[in-house]
Structure formats: structure tokens, C-alpha cells
């Protein structure tokens, strides 16, 4: 009996079943919060959950994928342009915010098919210049009216505190529904695919990984979560600024929240979005030399823990609630006294 | 519209001068440094504040500005990229990525939004102009930055291909490990790369404050439309980047005789075509990094 007989791979520790009841919990209680907190808790709500939904899709790109965009704002951006579009032409505005990020994502799959064929560094600011350009493009609309900007006054048309929660619960499911949808992607062998190429792209595709596809998937679904989180802003926002809703001070966000909170795990992201909102609570007043605080503690995560928070609370306790990958442990003491018996069964 | 090419091409300079350091340090230490930009603000800065403070002529500023530069571009080299280099490809974007927003609002911080500009302490230098015959005329500091750009260039060419630096330089772009098992200081050398490169974005800086109005957060455009050079001119190559600086400048200037937002669409659609083009020729698999590398010898 070889000694790899003792380990047995697991997915679901007891810690981790718990974690995920907790947050079904969780965003079952945030679905009711509507009954117990006021309009500017919801909204304070509503905006963590765009950090939230931000991280989490910059970090499914480049922690998991290894594709370091600097271009997620086009989408950001183009979700609420289209949303905004779609409004003029008489659509409801709420669904036109959920179509909106599906027309986002929809221009996601061209651009996918020429910027995934650069690499690193190429594809970081390749992927900037097409979010510029595509601001530019949306800036010859005469309905954005260049620098200008304009609103989704059509939100008006509803009673302020039934905007507030719906616009609220939009947020809330769209969140769930991408984070589950990222959970279940990673844990997926598309997960698995894609970071099998990001740590090596020969090796992977000489496994027969289809390696332009799965980093396709990846960036198209990211893109989706980012102009999900743009019609959010803007429908909390309702106003649209062509230089702020496709501004890079997103990505500067999503990186910050990332390398903070944890690249590469599924919690590390929510952490990083919860503190950077508290920082932008407290700090937010101080402008510029607050961002340039931001810039720095990205850059000192970066340099000095780069698996961020989360990843020194694991490192320390072992600690993982929402696991993306397999594990080896030492089987049970049952699992041993079944082989042992299977074993002298075999001898007899 | 000869007007605008003549404008392109003298464009062209700035964008080559601001681009030479992207792409050297890219092709000695492998990472594409996505503050260069603001670093390029944050040389002009420092020249403003010296005119604004000490009354200096600008050109005078800009020679303690540029020394202070390459310090800065050493030291960087030395505490910052070289410990992020070690972690992949990763980090050494997000760090330089990081530092670019540090600049910008420090910068922000320290001189306000306020638009600021070089052009009106430097005489009638900013719209003088040399008059040629068929009623053409040709800017002064144009020209002047178009040779500043080209003897720029040419000093670089030099340093590369004449000196002991530029030699162990070109063999740590090329082979890193093989430069180190030969006696070369990689680390070293990098670091000098790191300095020139700096150095030359605060020089461009200075000249782009001289021409334009510029603000704490005009640093990332100036990145963009380098690192559109670069890949226009082909990475690694000194010459091939005045030529990707010059097609970008053509490009925007003649797009801007379009319309005033054709100025930076134009040069995108050029740069993303151009890009659409290198798929095109290099069938759907690309060239390896290491072989699109460096060309310093031949350059």
C-alpha cells in the first residue's frame, strides 16, 4: 500500500461549509436590510457593493487569469452609456441598466479576440488605449454631449426612497450573482484552465488547454461584472461624466482593494472593497493627498505582503472560507481502517 | 494640411525622446514602467518650481532636474523595481501602475489643479517662428525639441555601441544570466538603464510643459502615447522609436484637422490597426517575447 493512500483531496472543510451558509445568511439579511436602515445606509450599501463587485472582477482577471488590465473602465463606462441609450429610446430604466452591461459585455467579446492575443505588459496598456478610445467614440454621442456629461433623469420618475431600493437590491443581487458565478467558474476546469495558463501558458497548452477560450470566458465575464457595477453607479449616481464613469481611477481602486485585501483568493477582494470604503469614508475629504495615500499602500502590499490581508490570514491560520481549489489532507481514521480492511481482503 | 504633417513629424520628436526611455528600460529589465509618464510631469514640475521660485531660465532649471531624475530613476531601480521584478510579471506592473497615481496626486497636492505651462517663461521662444518661403512657417520650439529629441537619440546610440556601460547594457538586455556569468553587474546596469530612462521622461516632461498646458494628471496620456511609439517603432530599437514617435505625431495631427477629439482617436485607431496589423503578419500564434527583443547592435 503506497503511502499517497493516507491523503485523500478535499474541497469542503467543515469551516468552509459554515462560511458558505454564513453567507447565504448574510445576503439573505442584506436583501431585508430595506426594512431597518434608512435611504443613506442604502446608499453607502449600494456603493460597497460596487468596490466589492469591482475587486472581485479585477482580481477573477488578473489573480486568477493573470490578465493585469488597466482598461476595465471601458466597460464601467460603456454599460452606463449604453444604459443611458437605451433610456433615451423609451426602454424602463431598470432594464435598461441590466441590458446595458449585456451590451457592454456583448462589445467584450471583439475586443477580447485582439487584446488577448498581447501579452503582460502589452496587454495592460492595450487595454487602456481601447477603453480611451472607446470614451472618445462615446464622446461623439450628441446625447453625452462631450465634456459635459448628462443624467439618467428618467430615475427621477420614481418616489426617491423606492429608487433608493431598488437600485439597492439591484446592486445586492447583481453582486451575489457574480460572485457565485465567479466561485463556481474557478472551481470549474475553466478555473482551473486559466490558472494553469497563468502560471505557465506552454505548459498548460500542451496539456490541451484551449487556452485563448478559457481566457476569453474569463475576460468577458469580468468585463460584464465591471459595467454591472457601472449601471449601479450610475443608477445611484444619475449623473454621467464621460472622464469620471470611464476615468482609470477605477482601476486604480480595483487594484488597490485587491492587492490590499489578497490577490488570488475569493475573500481577499470583499476585505479590500470594506476597508477601502471605510478609508473613503474617513479620509475621502482630504482629495488628492488621500489618493496619493492609496497609491502608496498599493505599492507597499505590493512590495512588502503581496499576498495581501488575506492571504496573511492564511498564511497564519490556515484559514479559507470559500476554496477554490483542492486539497490533500490526511485521510480520516475512518478512510485508513476501511483501506487497511480492503487491503487484507486483497492479501486473503 | 502640410501645415499639420509638418507638425506630425516634429511631434514625432517628443514622442520618440519620451518613448527611448519606455522602451529601454523595457527591453533591459523587462517591465513595462506605467509611471513614465508621470514621471515625465513630475521633471516639469520640478522645472517649474524652480523658474517659479528662483526665477531660472528653464533650460537653466532643467540641468540640476535632469541629475536629480536619474538619482531618482537609480534609487527607484534599486528599492522598488528590482525587489518587484522578482515576483513575475505581475507585481512590476502593479507597483509602477500604483507609484503612477502616488505622482499624480502628489503632484496634485503639492501644486494644485490649476493648469500650469513652461511656455511663458521661455520668451518669444514659444511663438517664434522660422519663416520659409511659400508662406510656410515652422515653429521654434518645435524644431528645437525635434533636435533636442535627435541629439538625444544620438548620445544614447553612442553610449550603447562606444562605451564599456553601453556594452554590458546591450548584453544584460539580451541575456541577463549570460551577462552576470560573464562579470557583467546586471543589477548595476539596470539601474543605469533606470536612470537614463528617467532622466529622458523628465527631459520630455520639460519640453511638453514648454509646448502645452499641462495639469497633475496629464501623466497617464503622455504614457499612453509613448507606449503607442514604441510598439509603432518596434520594441528595442532607438531609431524605429523616432520613426513609431513620428508616424503617432502625423497621425494626430492630421486627425486633429478633423476635429478637436480626432487628435488622440487618431493616433489610438493608428496604434490599434497597427497592432491588428502585427497579428496579421505574424499569423495567430505571435513571435515569442524574446525574439520581438532588443535590437540595440543593429539600431
Known amino acids: ?348 | 494640411m502640410f501645415d499639420a504633417i509638418v507638425q506630425g513629424v516634429l511631434l514625432g520628436g517628443y514622442y520618440a525622446m519620451l518613448a527611448s526611455g519606455l522602451s529601454l528600460l523595457f527591453g533591459v529589465a523587462r517591465f513595462i514602467n506605467l509611471a513614465h509618464g508621470d514621471l515625465a510631469l513630475l521633471g516639469a514640475y520640478l522645472v517649474l518650481a524652480l523658474v517659479r521660485r528662483f526665477g531660472l531660465d528653464p533650460f537653466v532649471a532643467t540641468v540640476p532636474v535632469l541629475f536629480v531624475m536619474a538619482a531618482l530613476g537609480w534609487f527607484m531601480q534599486k528599492w522598488l523595481f528590482a525587489r518587484t521584478m522578482r515576483g513575475g510579471i505581475l507585481l512590476p506592473l502593479l507597483t509602477t501602475f500604483g507609484l503612477g497615481a502616488a505622482i499624480q496626486n502628489g503632484l496634485y497636492g503639492a501644486f494644485g489643479s490649476d493648469a500650469a505651462s513652461l511656455g511663458n517663461h521661455i520668451g518669444n521662444l514659444s511663438w517664434d517662428s522660422f519663416d520659409l518661403p511659400f508662406g510656410i512657417s515652422i515653429g521654434k520650439l518645435p524644431v528645437l525639441t525635434f533636435a533636442t529629441a535627435v541629439m538625444a537619440l544620438g548620445a544614447l546610440q553612442l553610449l550603447l555601441s562606444r562605451t564599456r556601460f553601453g556594452r554590458a547594457l546591450r548584453a544584460t538586455s539580451q541575456d541577463p544570466e549570460a551577462a552576470r556569468l560573464s562579470g557583467v553587474d546586471a543589477e548595476r546596469v539596470q539601474r543605469g538603464a533606470a536612470a537614463i530612462a528617467v532622466a529622458l521622461a523628465g527631459l520630455a516632461g520639460v519640453f511638453l510643459a514648454m509646448r502645452s498646458l499641462i495639469n497633475p494628471y496629464s501623466g497617464p496620456a503622455e504614457l499612453i502615447y509613448a507606449f503607442e511609439a514604441v510598439v509603432i517603432g518596434g520594441i528595442g530599437s532607438l531609431w524605429g522609436t523616432l520613426t513609431g514617435g513620428i508616424v503617432l505625431g502625423l497621425a494626430q495631427c492630421v486627425g486633429a484637422t478633423v476635429s478637436p477629439q480626432g487628435f488622440q482617436l487618431a493616433g489610438h485607431v493608428v496604434f490599434l490597426v497597427w497592432l491588428g496589423g502585427r497579428f496579421y503578419s505574424q499569423g495567430t500564434r505571435g513571435t515569442p517575447w524574446h525574439r520581438r527583443l532588443l535590437k540595440w547592435g543593429s539600431a
Open chain 1, 1 to 348: 500500500m503506497s503511502r499517497a493512500g493516507e491523503f485523500v483531496v478535499e474541497r469542503w472543510s467543515a469551516a468552509e461549509r459554515r462560511a458558505a451558509a454564513g453567507a447565504v445568511i448574510a445576503f439573505a439579511a442584506l436583501a431585508l436590510a430595506p426594512l431597518a436602515i434608512g435611504g443613506q445606509g442604502l446608499d453607502k450599501l449600494t456603493t460597497l457593493f460596487v468596490y466589492m463587485l469591482l475587486a472581485a472582477m479585477w482580481n477573477l482577471l488578473s489573480g486568477y487569469a493573470g490578465l493585469v488590465s488597466v482598461g476595465q473602465q471601458a466597460y464601467f463606462g460603456l454599460g452606463a452609456y449604453f444604459a443611458l441609450r437605451l433610456v433615451s429610446f423609451g426602454f424602463a430604466p431598470y432594464p435598461a441598466l441590466l441590458v446595458g452591461a449585456l451590451g457592454a459585455a456583448a462589445i467584450a467579446v471583439p475586443v477580447s479576440i485582439f487584446l488577448l492575443r498581447l501579452r503582460d505588459g502589452e496587454f495592460a496598456v492595450a487595454s487602456w488605449v481601447v477603453a480611451e478610445a472607446i470614451r472618445i467614440l462615446v464622446m461623439f454621442d450628441l446625447l453625452v454631449q462631450g465634456e459635459t456629461g448628462t443624467s439618467l433623469i428618467a430615475l427621477n420618475s420614481y418616489d426617491p426612497a423606492t429608487r433608493l431600493v431598488a437600485t439597492y437590491w439591484f446592486a445586492l443581487a447583481s453582486l451575489a450573482a457574480m460572485l457565485v458565478t465567479t466561485f463556481l467558474l474557478l472551481r470549474s476546469r475553466i478555473g482551473a484552465a486559466g490558472q494553469a495558463i497563468r502560471d505557465d501558458e506552454e505548459a498548460a497548452r500542451s496539456l490541451g488547454v484551449d487556452v485563448t477560450r478559457t481566457r476569453q470566458i474569463i475576460y468577458v465575464l469580468a468585463a460584464f461584472g465591471c459595467a454591472l457595477a457601472g449601471v449601479i453607479w450610475l443608477a445611484s449616481a444619475i449623473t454621467f461624466l464621460p472622464r469620471t464613469n470611464f476615468g482609470v481611477q477605477w482601476t486604480v481602486f480595483m487594484l488597490f482593494m485587491v492587492l490590499v485585501g489578497g490577490l488570488r483568493t475569493m475573500e481577499g477582494p470583499i476585505l479590500g472593497a470594506v476597508i477601502f470604503f471605510v478609508l473613503q469614508e474617513v479620509f475621502g475629504n482630504y482629495g488628492a493627498w488621500y489618493l496619493f495615500g492609496i497609491g502608496v499602500v498599493a505599492v507597499a502590499f505590493a512590495l512588502a505582503l503581496p499576498g495581501g490581508l488575506w492571504g496573511a490570514v492564511h498564511a497564519r491560520w490556515g484559514l479559507h472560507l470559500f476554496p477554490v481549489g483542492e486539497r490533500l489532507v490526511r485521510g480520516s481514521v475512518d478512510a485508513r481502517v476501511a483501506r487497511a480492511v480492503e487491503d487484507a481482503r486483497s492479501v486473503t
